[in-house]
């Protein structure tokens, strides 16, 4: 994969347009900024400005940077090509969803009148489903995409589980859209369970389909040496 700014700099400009919107608010922001909400949508924590105001932006600089140079540790980085689209689209989507809750925490530290669990609650709904949609063509690799030790040890069930994995998170994002809409708390358990045991599945079936391939290898360094 080759470093193209025509793909970093509009990440760039949205990360630096976190950080002039925090030193922008830092003078008018109260001491106390809210920074956690319960399920019913009520501040439940608050914290200093340091953490209301710039560690959110400071986390969407981390996920930038570790999303550039994780590729160049994969030994599957050979793999990264015939997924570039797709890895640039996730990219941009977690930059897009870091920067969307930190509008809405803005927001509420303003006064403003925002339902933030059902925001975030949509947020992550639509960050599933756009995850779906990018699943199945996810190549093998070790850092991204549903990474068993059978997924990374058989094509197979690298192929099978993350076409599962495709239905399973855009469930995951309607159920989340769901719970959003509705609002009450045992619709946000309802999302939480199913998320869970969509999660189990993945995982489960990954082996299942592992140990039917007859082309499985075992996985790197399992293998009993003479010694």
Known sequence: ??????????????????????????PRAPE?????WNIQGQVDRYGGKFEGLLLTPLIALGLYVLLLVLPRFDPGYANYRRFA???????????????????????????H????????????GLLFIVLGNLMGKIRPNWF?????????????????????AGWLFILMGVVS???GLVGAPWA????????????VWMVLYSYLVWRTDPHRVPPAGTTPSDE
């Open 1 to 26: 994969m080759k470093f193209s700014w025509r793909i970093e700099l509009p990440q760039l400009a949205v990360i630096a347009a976190m950080f002039v919107a925090a030193t922008v608010a830092w």
């Open 32 to 36: 106390r900024v809210p920074v956690h």
């Open 177 to 179: 859209l769901a719970a």
């Open 85 to 111: 689209t797709p890895y640039t689209v996730i990219r941009y989507l977690l930059i897009v969803v870091t920067t969307a809750i930190y509008t809405i925490l803005l927001m509420s530290m303003f006064g």
């Open 144 to 164: 991204v995409g549903v990474r068993t030790p059978w997924t990374l040890s058989s094509k197979t069930s690298w192929t099978k589980t993350h076409r599962l």
């Open 113 to 124: 009148s925002v339902n933030t669990s059902a925001a975030i609650l949509s947020i992550i």
């Open 188 to 199: 946000v358990v309802t999302m939480i369970v199913v998320c869970g045991a969509s999660v």
